[in-house]
């Protein structure tokens, strides 16, 4: 038992160990590591760079927003009807497939928002292009729209670029002499909104000056359908080829915990597999079987004609277990001992009391054939049976 129970505590300490492992290594560090350069702008995110702020602000004002975590391919005409993509991951950059797919999705009447600053793209006839520019902490609304209702001062960071876009149908919203941070551009029956500095609708940034409501202007012309957030080009959602199922658990303490569980049961077998006490010795097998046994016995007694020895042996062991049955005495009466287990359950006394009398006279030596003796026995184990003696 000694060694059982060490087994037992190597387990127990192995899985804590594990789980210990699983704290320290798989803690969630970005965040310490995050600036305003690298920041993950996910509306997952609640660290000072996310925008998670941002999106519940929409959710919670009844604006319909969702979590957009397929490829740009899967985009259908006016589902959504709105995309704000934030500032992507330079290696989750969608592919020249997706940005076909963005423009089609866009000539049918979409609404993209792209607030990044590094921007450079092309959209049916509109070439975009963000670049370095001293844009003053001053800027302003540069013409009465809808983008800039209700806008006083704009809270921008050190690092806001200027966007320039070649289109005809341009035009530019907030800014300062220089250059312009907010712009947007007609793209066939759709519309691209460009904002340079995330900062604006980052969760460090949004309650600054009046950032709260150019983000609500963002969206003050949207069309009909579901405003969607696009966090595939964050990382969710992704399932790269060739890796299988595995590559969606990767940056997870999944595999880790596959491997501990792997581990845990090959302990569990080896643990299994040892002897933990004194060498038990193997049980010896009976020659014959418990039914030649008993048909021998039944020819012997049969031969012998010693059917009161055999109703003497059958009827004095029914008889004990029917008075432990009852909670009677051994040396009760037949008649007593019948209705007292007819109390205890629905059988007939009075056929108890004549099976139990019979059996007595033919213990005692009466003498019966043997139809009478099976059928006495075949009732003496129905009633047993009823009663699960």
Known sequence: MRKNAKAVSLVAGLFLLFIALNFAFFADNRASEENEINGDRSSYRTTPYGTRAFYTLLEESQYGVMRWEKPFTELKERDPGTL?????????????????????????????IIVDREIKLGLGDAIINTEPAAV???VHPLQPTSFTRGIQRIAISELATGVKVDS???TYHIGDTQSAILADARLGKGRVVLLTDQYIVANNGISQADNVKLGLNLL?????GKIAFDEYHHGYGHTWAGGGIMSYFRGTPVPWMLAQGALIAVLVVYSYGKRFGRPIPLRRERRTTNLEFVSSMANITRLAEASDLAMEDIYSEFRKRLCRFSGVSPKLENSKLAAAAARRSRIDARDLSEVLTRCEEVAEGTPVNEGELLKLVTRIRGIE?????
Request: proline share 11%.
């Open 168 to 170: 005809r149908s341009v």
């Open 220 to 224: 003050a012309d949207r069309p009909p």
């Open 84 to 112: 704000i993509v934030i500032a992507p991951p330079v290696q989750y950059n969608p592919d020249e497939d997706e940005i076909t797919a963005l423009n089609n999705w866009l000539d049918s009447g979409g609404l993209l």
């Open 136 to 138: 003053r902490s001053d």
């Open 385 to 389: 049976s009823q009663l699960n003696l």
